[in-house]
């Protein structure tokens, strides 16, 4: 690759291959590396590898927060149930009050 080009494009098979600085299996230095029509560096196994776990990581998140939110979901409905049970008995007494009194 000429020294003046940093990536020299290959149309027939959709790829780039260009100059990258950075670090590779533990070296630093400069590296041919992949890229896409955009000019985007191609992940290496070990970005992709990081990327999955990342990946992976959000959906535990996700999970935990979507079961958080059921059990949260649960508690106020059980709290809603417990309510309408003290409005329930309460409208008893209070009928029951009044009979009294009426009699």
Known sequence: MPPSTNTL?????????????GVYDGMERQWLR??????????????RATQAE???WLERQRAGSAEQ????ERQQAKEAVRFEQERA???EQQALLERERAV
């Open 9 to 21: 494009w290959m149309p027939e098979i959709q790829l780039g291959l260009g100059r990258w600085k």
């Open 54 to 56: 990342q990946q992976a």
């Open 34 to 47: 992949w890229s896409d029509v955009n000019g985007q560096w191609l992940p290496t196994p070990a970005e």
């Open 69 to 72: 939110q059921v059990l949260l």
């Open 89 to 91: 008995v309460q409208a």
